[in-house]
């Protein structure tokens, strides 16, 4: 049944079944995760659980992209595990609420519109990094508990199970998709581990679920400035972790879906979410790309499926523990490693002997930090900061000047580029100041003036030429670029000799 349904700002096409069976897939598979991040962390599993219910819950209906699964997350667990072994987990509850607020203010301020400034190998190099990433989880699933590769019928057991269930998540959807695949696979799995009696590791191997309703709980820390200096460092990577992540996996159900979400309104939600969080003794989270692409892989696309997979992780927490403990670990390793294969962005290889080697050495460079540091948020600072040099180095050799001398005996140099902190040394070899005329035109109809050290720039060639006793225009320079002259007049001394107020710069003689 598909109906029309209206979340707050968004009219959403629901088609009911699609949203409630694939919530229940993306709930079963966020059980092990949930867990396993905690664990990471140094905390219990049902701080876990308990972060993952309540970020799905909260970011489902407030957040700005209808579809995407929020949870508890390893970026945050990573980040987390220092200051839960040195001080333990009420203060990993306040250091949740305080990224939170963070990052309330970061929507608020409308700072979700700076992910447009990572570049497309950034997120290549992010994608497949966490594809690796997710990949490279699961493979603690064929190790016993001593840190050894299973051998033998176990392993058999295990590789069988899992290559069934990858099978099925491959296979369903070309003979139907009444129920997702996904699904499908992991009550096959199920069905056939009860039914045979199979001796395999289950969920239940990992840890207990078993719990109530999140309790509420302020943290028991003293609230001082002593406490806020330890815990904000904590809290600002927290913050910047999670909506980078988020921000990301966003873009990419957008690019997926062909639909745009609202970068500043998921960072609200997003804040609102870990504040609450830490609230109700949860570890805190963001988006989870792979949850994400199971979700909308199963064709779900509006606010329901989220709400429907955090309300029945709830469920499973308080009343069907017993129950999801048997499901085998087999199914949703499988699961698991079919998300890591389509999140992996297998075009991106196509591009080496096509895209800039700039762009393939940023690709390379994020995917290899996101790899083997685990730091999803410094691989893509990382990747934006080489691009920024690389566009800046490119840009530093575009400036060019075309020269000639008018039948007034007038020099004019026409400016072309953009003159900016990387280009200034190119223009200022442009210029003869010794042998110029006495009166010399400099056009800014084909340039720019980007920044102090472009204006410097011009302050240092007008006052070359002005102690030879020549005259200088600055002609055609943008609105902006006057301002910026005008605004550096109170730091510097901004030589355009006869025109202090500038209305020789627009002259369009």
Not at 67 to 79: E, F, L, Q, R, W
């Amino acid at each position: 049944m598909t109906q029309y349904l209206n979340f707050f700002d968004f009219k959403q096409k629901v088609d009911y079944k699609t949203e409630v069976l694939s919530g229940l897939t993306v709930a079963l598979a966020l059980v092990p995760e949930a867990v396993a991040f905690a664990m990471i962390a140094g905390l219990s599993p049902l701080t876990g659980l308990y972060a993952a219910f309540m970020m799905g819950l909260i970011t489902s209906i407030f957040g700005g992209r209808p579809g995407m699964i929020s949870g508890a997350t390893g970026a945050v667990a990573v980040v987390l595990v220092t200051l839960a072994k040195s001080h333990g987990v009420e203060y990993i509850f306040a250091t949740v609420i305080l990224a939170g607020l963070i990052q309330l203010a970061a929507g608020f301020l409308r700072m979700g519109k700076l992910i447009r400034l990572v570049p497309h190998p950034v997120i290549f190099g992010f994608v497949n990094g966490l594809a690796i990433i997710i990949f490279m989880s699961q493979l603690d699933q064929f190790k016993d508990v001593s840190g050894d590769w299973l051998t033998g019928n176990t392993l058999f057991i295990l590789l069988g199970l899992v290559f069934l269930t990858m099978i099925i998540i491959w296979g369903l959807p070309k003979i139907t998709k009444v129920i997702p695949a996904s699904l499908a696979a992991i009550l096959t799995v199920f069905g056939l581990v009860t039914a045979f009696d199979i001796d395999t590791k289950t969920v239940g191997d990992i840890a207990s679920i078993q719990g109530g309703f999140p309790p509420f709980h302020i943290p028991n820390i003293p609230f001082n400035w002593e406490t806020l200096t330890l815990i904000f460092p904590y809290a600002a990577i927290v913050a910047g972790v999670g909506l980078i992540e988020s921000l990301l996996t966003l873009n990419i159900v957008d690019e997926i879906t062909e639909t745009r979400g609202r970068g500043n309104k998921e960072a609200v939600a997003q804040g609102a979410a870990n504040i609450l969080s830490g609230l109700f003794s949860g570890m805190g989270g963001c988006a989870m790309i792979g949850q994400s692409l199971i979700n909308v892989s199963n064709g779900a696309r509006a606010r329901l499926s989220g709400i429907v997979a955090a309300v029945m992780l709830l469920i499973f927490v308080m009343f069907g523990s017993s129950l999801i403990e048997k499901v085998p670990m087999a199914a949703l390793t499988g699961l698991m490693i079919m998300v890591a294969i389509g999140t992996f962005e297998w075009a991106s290889l196509k591009t080496f002997k096509r895209m800039p080697q700039s762009d393939i050495f940023v690709m390379v460079v994020v995917t290899l930090v996101t790899v083997f540091l685990h730091n999803l948020a410094l691989a893509v600072i990382i990747g934006v900061i080489i691009a920024a040099l690389v566009f800046a180095w490119d840009n530093a050799k575009r400036i060019r000047a075309r020269k000639y001398t008018d039948d007034k005996g007038i020099k004019h140099y026409e400016i072309y580029g953009p003159l900016f902190f990387g280009s200034v040394t190119l223009f200022n070899e442009k210029f003869d100041v010794i042998n110029d005329p006495e009166e010399v035109i400099i056009d800014f109809a084909e340039s720019r003036v980007v920044d102090m050290s472009a204006i410097d720039a011009l302050n240092k060639i007008t006052e070359r030429y002005h102690k030879l006793g020549k005259k200088v225009h600055l002609r055609h320079l943008s609105k902006d670029c006057l301002l910026l002259l005008k605004n550096a007049e109170e730091i510097i001394d901004v030589n355009v000799l006869e025109d202090p107020t500038y209305k020789v710069v627009v002259d369009n003689i």
